[in-house]
């Protein structure tokens, strides 16, 4: 079934009598009651007709598209020869210079892992990007980014629920995935748990340690790579406060929220 949203160039706002929507291309005006406020805020989050169940709100979305104001929502697997666009979008909206992995490294991984590199498309426009690979006993959600105009949406919570049904088919328990200090609600809101993750320089394990002792923190796993030190810490909620203390204390390569979620408990649609 065919999902859609609104087009890139239709915006609406409530009024205190309507909702008015405009074509900022055509600079067309189009009011709508009230009383479809809960609807119009559905198809600007994708909508499926066939799912549309009252008589009104089927009629309205069918004059939406004689009006072309409804583009196609759709989620692709992308192909080793559309890796390109969706490295340059992930350029643009995620990684803005500062890379944490090669783009032949995720080349590499998406030629080995297909089903866990997708891309979300506003008809044939790429709008959202999640990618992720096997890693030791669990499934790295390594990216993941929505085009800024199409936030807050529930766009990235649909990428998120494509990879997690994809990463079903593999056999490893947990999805894990590092988060930006932003993205802390978006993770908690779609049931992944949080923990704390630190890397610091090897010869600066013990000292770190030391520390973490003396702050009561309680270490859930210690990994080593290329003489750097990776440190998950138990955290019972997406502590900030806790996170930017330890920041100050260690002075570490990096410091973030590492979210888990276990595939297991996971419901296939």
Known sequence: MIRYTFSKHIKFRQEKDCILICNCKLLHDFKV???FGNFIERINRGVILEEIRYEKERLLFKDFQTMKMLSELSIKQIKPDDFKQADIFMEKYLYLGSR???????LKKLKENPSLFSGLYLDNEIIGVIQGFPRKDYILLSEIAIDEKFRNRGFGSML???FEKKALEYNYLYIKTGAEDTAIIFYSANGYLPSLFIQVKEKDEKQTLKILEKEKCEIKEISHLNRITGIEIASQNCNLSKLKN???????????FL???????????
């Open 100 to 106: 944490p992995r090669t783009y032949q490294f995720l």
């Open 160 to 162: 998120l629920k494509e």
């Open 33 to 35: 009651g009230l009383e």
């Open 246 to 256: 330890l920041r100050k204390l260690l002075s570490p390569l990096s410091a973030q």
């Open 259 to 269: 979210f888990t979620k276990q595939l297991k408990n996971l419901t296939r649609r």
